[in-house]
């Protein structure tokens, strides 16, 4: 008989969000660098910074702090689907045994966000999966956007860019 490999639960990161928060963006779960660092998107060859950076006018080379205070100030808030599970590696494709995040009762905590920007298909199809209640509301709008992750390099960074640049829109004054 075998023994079972035991896989060990990964948490993710907390939400960053604020007062000011207008704009969800929700990954599906973080890299493995990212969870080391405890930093959204902490893997130096994902686009998320540089893209951000440049629809909001600060260095995504800053510190951490200083990134995601310019991405707070801007309105915008960072999750990720899943809370926890088990997974070799970073791939999106090796998660197994996950649990959602509190989605709907973060979005009834903070009234101000009204839109979700979805950071590849991953995370839009889990979150179909754990919160279809998420897409049956109609409270929020959704998108669904290129993942900047650097295992979704088929599309350059001038590309994602220009698809990333509906969250101005959302964010624009009415």
């Not at 896989?7 to 080391?36: I, M, N, Y």
């Not at 801007?74 to 899943?82: L, Q, R």
């Amino acid at each position: 008989m075998s023994a079972i490999e035991l896989r060990p639960v990964l948490t993710g990161l907390p939400p960053l969000v604020d007062e000011r928060s207008r704009v969800l963006v929700l990954g599906s779960f973080p890299s493995k660098q990212s969870l080391a660092k405890r930093q959204y998107y902490g893997n130096r060859q994902n686009h998320f910074w540089q893209i951000m950076g440049a629809l909001f006018s600060f260095d995504p080379q800053a510190s951490y702090s200083e990134r995601t205070s310019a991405l707070t100030t801007s309105g915008v808030a960072v999750w990720d689907v899943i809370a926890e599970c088990s997974r070799e590696g970073s791939g999106d494709d090796a998660i197994q045994d996950a649990n959602a995040n509190p989605l709907l009762s973060f979005l009834r905590d903070h009234l101000t966000v009204r839109h979700i920007a979805f950071n590849g298909g991953t995370a839009l199809r889990t979150a179909r999966i754990f919160v279809p209640d998420l897409f049956d509301d109609g409270y929020v709008e959704w998108s669904q956007f290129p993942s900047t992750s650097p295992r979704h390099a088929r599309l350059k960074l001038d590309a994602k860019l220009s698809a990333w640049w509906q969250l101005k829109d959302w964010l624009s004054p009415e």
